[in-house]
């Protein structure tokens, strides 16, 4: 078997972006091999499972993502609206300003709901749990922390499938724009308003 070209690594990136395409039912092994330039005698030697380890790769790489560009960055040092700052820069990023779908949104629908509910559960939990703990540092009750933490990750994945439906990222520039001055203020605190 010849040498690969491309770091198991580079592979999963490649796999990334057709599932966030085409979620899990759409993502065709002949599309999964077109986007990493391998064979399927290749992509079963990366991955023996098959298409469902794929998306599992997929999934550790998003949670790799998550653990450096949104975990990490909302315990550094920095006020909770400098670090807030930091993550939504970081989620505009990964999102391509709206243009690019997340990949827990598409494998939510569809059967891979039921084939990966215990990690889309752990996922959006931790990211809600992020949001919440930065919330409740920066002044704001614990009960509404939670609420706006899990009306944040509703609108920015509200906003993701608009703008996917509409082919337009203005309604996800405007949720992040939003949430930079909302998410944080505290109740009756003028100046964030």
Known sequence: MPTPLLSREAVVDRLVAVFRRLGYEGASLSELSKATGLGRSSLYHYFPGGKEEMANAALDRLSEWMETYLLTPLKKP?????????????????????????????????????????????????????????IVEAGVDATIARQRAETAVVRIQGALTLCGGLDDDGPFKRVLADLRTALLAVPGDVSHR
Request: charged fraction near 20%; include cysteine.
């Open 78 to 134: 920095g006020t909770p609206a400098e670090r807030l700052e930091r993550v939504l820069d970081a989620l505009d990023s990964l999102y391509a300003q709206g243009k690019e779908a997340c990949l827990l949104g598409t494998l939510v629908y569809g059967g891979s709901r039921n084939l990966f509910q215990p990690r889309l559960q752990e996922s959006f939990a931790t990211w809600i749990a992020s949001f919440e703990a930065l």
